[in-house]
């Protein structure tokens, strides 16, 4: 298996602009984890998934932020519209239901918005 | 929430030297993740443990579900160990990660 794909890899936007990140989990993981990573705050938690399902989105930060996962083998993440204060790495990560085993994570998307 | 501190947060040492990191969490889990992370990297996970010790070649990961707390310890450390390392914590099915600060950790050759 590849592992979890991320992409883009790097993402330079204006602000204003709709960016969409893109998670494809390991075959078989049930659960879809959506994370930010920042100097000032550290890894984040912003929403997961069970069986494609949102089961906690507490962590998205504002109506801003969207995610959606429409079949097990992908899921995106979306914010519309973008700010400066949203650049950050952005981690996808998958691993089995329940047993949290195999917990995975993503390459990240880089994301700088001007 | 589960508030999860890791000590120290920064160490530099010596190449040979066995290294110990400290996580501590305030609420019940049922897991414990020890996580890596190179600069400019991604994030891989080293250990899940929910009781005992766990050993993967230098590694080493103990916990003490009592106590709340848990140690990554590296021994005969070497440059390519240096990295940002990361203790997070999930509180039962499947959801997820509450992170540590991390240790930012350099050895020197």
């Known amino acids: 298996d590849a592992g979890v794909i991320q992409s883009p890899r790097h993402e330079v936007t204006e602000m204003g602009q709709e960016v969409t990140l893109r998670c494809k989990p390991i075959s078989g993981h049930n659960s879809l984890f959506w994370y930010r990573q920042t100097m000032m705050r550290g890894l984040e938690l912003l929403i997961y998934?069970?069986?494609?399902?949102?089961?906690?989105d507490s962590g998205m930060p504002e109506d801003r932020f969207s995610a959606k996962m429409p079949n097990a083998s992908f899921s995106t993440l979306k914010i519309q519209p973008s700010e400066p204060r949203d650049s950050a790495v952005y981690f996808c990560?998958?691993?089995?239901?329940?047993?949290?085993?195999?917990?995975?994570f993503g390459s990240g998307t880089r994301l700088t918005v001007v | 929430k589960n508030e999860v501190e890791q000590s120290p947060q920064n160490l530099t040492a010596q190449e040979g030297e066995f290294i110990t990191i400290n996580c501590s969490y305030s609420v019940g889990i049922s897991a414990l993740h020890w996580l890596q992370q190179h600069p400019g990297g991604g994030i891989v996970s080293l250990f899940m443990?929910?009781?005992g010790k766990k050993k993967h070649g230098r590694l080493i990961a103990t916990i003490n579900i009592q106590e709340k707390h848990s140690s990554l310890h590296i021994t005969a450390s070497h440059p390519r160990d240096s990295a940002v390392y990361i203790c997070a914590v999930s509180g039962g099915g499947a959801d997820g990660l509450t992170f540590g600060k991390g240790t930012h950790l350099i050895i020197q050759p």
């Open positions: 990560a998958s691993s089995f239901h329940q047993t949290g085993l195999g917990y995975t």
């Open positions: 998934f069970n069986n494609n399902v949102p089961i906690d």
């Open positions: 443990l929910s009781s």
